[in-house]
C-alpha cells in the first residue's frame, strides 16, 4: 500500500513539473495538486472505512476535476510577460533610402516626418545627399524636417 502512495505522488509530482510552459493559465499544475490532495484525503477516509485504494482514486479524481477548474482561473505570470514583450516592437531609425522609398510609395509629407520623429532619426545629409533626395522626389518640408533633426 505504501508503493502505491509513493507512486501516486511520484505520478503526480511529475505532472506537476510538466505542466506546459506555453499554456497560459494553471490548468495541469491546479489539476495535478488537486489530484494529489484528493487521493491523499480520499485514501485517508477510504482507509477508515475499510477501502483506502477505491476512496484514493475517487478523491484523486475528484481533487484533479475541481483543481484544473480552479487552476483555469490563474494565469501564468510568465504568459502575461510573454505577452507584453510582444507587444514591444524595436523600431530602427529611417535611412535616407527608407525616406525616398515611402515617397515613392505615396506616403504624404506629414507621414513621412512623423515616422522620422517616431524613429527618432537623426541625419547630417551632404550635398550629395541633398541632390539625391531631390532627384528622387522627397518634399523639401520633408528633406527640412531631416536636416532639423541632428
Not at 477508515?48 to 481533487?63: D, N, R, Y
Not at 506629414?110 to 547630417?124: C, E, F, P
Request: aromatic share 2%.
Amino acid at each position: 500500500m505504501k508503493r502505491f502512495y509513493s507512486l501516486l505522488t511520484v505520478l503526480i509530482l511529475a505532472l506537476v513539473i510538466s505542466g506546459c510552459e506555453t499554456n497560459k493559465t494553471r490548468i495541469a499544475e491546479g489539476a495535478g495538486i488537486g489530484g494529489a490532495v484528493g487521493a491523499l484525503a480520499g485514501g485517508i477516509i477510504g482507509h477508515q472505512s475499510g477501502s483506502g485504494v477505491g476512496g484514493a482514486l475517487i478523491g484523486g479524481a475528484v481533487g484533479a476535476g475541481a483543481g484544473a477548474l480552479v487552476g483555469a482561473q490563474i494565469n501564468k505570470p510568465n504568459a502575461q510577460a510573454a505577452q507584453s514583450t510582444q507587444a514591444v516592437q524595436v523600431v530602427s531609425p529611417l535611412t535616407i533610402q527608407q525616406v525616398v522609398d515611402l515617397t515613392k510609395q505615396g506616403a504624404t509629407g506629414d507621414d513621412i516626418i512623423a515616422k522620422i520623429k517616431a524613429t527618432n532619426s537623426k541625419y547630417s545629409l551632404t550635398p550629395d545627399d541633398l541632390n539625391y533626395l531631390r532627384k528622387q522626389g522627397v518634399s523639401q518640408r520633408v528633406i527640412e524636417a531631416m536636416q532639423a533633426v541632428k
